[in-house]
């Protein structure tokens, strides 16, 4: 009798279109990211510093666009590096500049430092954001060099907000981070931290006194460390998996569906923040669920804002966005169908919920999923107000 060797399930043959990605993939920019958990621990100042080492070494490197806030150390690491000049743009009767991509792109060179990554461009450039610049770098076969801070994040914005006060304007999809092959954490002490903003290194002397008695305070700082420091230990873990998830003899465990609840409030954002942070964790797909008590059409401007804002949200998290309306269904009934049909394993539910979402604080919602589904885990969320 013949014997007939199978082909281990982890070692199949590429698909064409698996073999058309790898080959994108292999054309493509490689991105490296510096990290900090805060504004003035180094990040500029070490990318510069490899910037002029790869120099040495017979790299192409240039400039894009660098942020030195007036740090002296950091504008002696400038010298010799060569600039691709910005890209003016007038806007209400001023000139403002930015980073020059098509100038970039023409340039070809091996490497291109761009600071400031989570900055909004002016009106009028190619891109919003700044990291969409650095994609159409990267997409050219260019290097990328470039620097963030942790607060940046999209998904740690609520936890950014509950540890200083502070509301970050300028954010970043995680998904982005993502694609970086190489992220480097700068990392500095709180103390050596608040030293080097005393000693003028950081910010010019008239905001010194405010900087260390609000956004510097060693409290925050420790926070903030310590949430650089998990969140670039977490890139790693999956880096490594991806490297080795291959060679796994089976599933390493269930397959998590997150499904995030949002109503017209003011805490939506921050449940789909949170489902984006435990489904990265879980490796998990994400789906966020509005229930419109009312015909769509009939959405006023502020709904529809509103709706969009979250679809944004979903494209940056890579989610789903569901918009449905409820009819004659109670929205525990929308939830269950849509659990059942997505095959969800998790649902986050905001705790703060008004009018029809009122029940959710009466538990009757959670009761009557409990009661309809099984092996459903159920996330009550505090708007932490």
């Known amino acids: 009798m013949k014997s007939v060797k199978q082909e281990h399930p982890y070692f199949r043959k590429k698909t064409p279109e698996e073999l058309l990605d790898e080959i994108v993939q292999s054309?493509?920019?490689?991105?490296?990211?510096?990290?900090?958990?805060?504004p003035g621990v180094?990040?500029?100042?070490?990318?510069?510093?490899?910037?002029?080492d790869l120099r040495k070494e017979g790299k192409d490197v240039v400039?894009?666009?660098?942020?030195?806030?007036?740090?002296?150390?950091?504008?002696?690491?400038?010298?010799?590096?060569?600039?691709?000049?910005?890209?003016?743009?007038?806007?209400?009767?001023?000139?403002?500049y930015e980073l020059n991509v098509q100038a970039i792109i023409a340039r070809k060179p091996d490497i291109v430092i761009v600071d400031e990554l989570a900055h909004t461009n002016i009106p009028g450039s190619i891109h919003l954001k700044r990291y969409m610049d650095v994609e159409d770098?990267?997409?050219?076969?260019i290097d990328v060099m470039s620097a963030v801070n942790i607060q940046h994040l999209e998904s740690v914005n609520d936890i950014i907000q509950q540890i200083t006060g502070v509301t970050v304007r300028e954010r970043i999809p995680d998904t982005f981070m993502k694609k970086a092959n190489e992220t480097q954490l700068i990392d500095i002490t709180p103390e050596a931290l608040?030293?080097?903003?005393?000693?003028?290194?950081?910010?010019?002397?008239?905001?010194?006194?405010?900087?260390?008695?609000?956004?510097?305070?060693?409290?925050?700082?420790?926070?903030?460390?310590?949430?650089?420091?998990?969140?670039?230990?977490?890139?790693?873990?999956?880096?490594?998996?991806?490297?080795?998830?291959d060679l796994q003899d089976g599933?390493?465990?269930?397959?998590?569906?997150?499904?995030?609840?949002?109503?017209?409030?003011?805490?939506?954002?921050?449940?789909?923040?949170?489902?984006?942070?435990?489904?990265?964790?879980?490796?998990?797909?994400?789906?966020?669920?509005?229930?419109?008590?009312?015909?769509?059409?009939?959405?006023?401007?502020?709904?529809?804002?509103?709706i969009q804002q979250w679809k944004i949200l979903a494209d940056q998290f890579n989610a789903e966005f569901l918009l449905e309306e409820q009819g004659k269904r109670k929205?525990?009934?929308?939830?269950?169908?849509?659990?059942?049909?997505y095959?969800?394993?998790?649902?986050l539910l905001g705790q703060s919920a008004r009018t029809r979402w009122e029940e959710i604080r009466k538990g009757s919602i959670v009761n009557t999923i409990m009661r309809k589904t099984s092996n459903i885990d159920i996330h009550i969320v505090s708007d932490g107000r």
Request: aromatic share 6%.
């Open 194 to 245: 608040r030293k080097r903003l005393t000693e003028g290194k950081i910010y010019h002397p008239e905001k010194i006194e405010q900087s260390l008695s609000h956004f510097f305070t060693t409290t925050n700082l420790s926070a903030l460390r310590e949430l650089a420091l998990r969140e670039i230990a977490n890139d790693v873990d999956e880096k490594i998996e991806q490297i080795s998830g």
């Open 251 to 306: 599933p390493i465990g269930v397959y998590e569906k997150i499904l995030v609840c949002v109503h017209f409030g003011p805490t939506a954002e921050k449940l789909i923040r949170r489902g984006w942070r435990m489904a990265n964790r879980l490796k998990a797909d994400l789906f966020i669920l509005n229930i419109a008590s009312e015909d769509m059409d009939s959405f006023n401007q502020e709904k529809r804002q509103k």
């Open 331 to 341: 929205p525990a009934e929308v939830i269950i169908e849509i659990a059942k049909k």
């Open 42 to 52: 180094g990040k500029s100042y070490k990318m510069l510093q490899d910037a002029r």
């Open 27 to 38: 054309n493509r920019g490689k991105l490296k990211l510096y990290i900090g958990a805060s």
């Open 63 to 96: 400039i894009g666009l660098i942020e030195t806030h007036g740090r002296k150390e950091t504008e002696e690491q400038i010298k010799n590096l060569e600039f691709v000049p910005l890209m003016s743009i007038d806007y209400k009767g001023k000139t403002f």
């Open 137 to 141: 770098i990267l997409e050219a076969g």
């Open 343 to 347: 095959h969800i394993t998790q649902i």
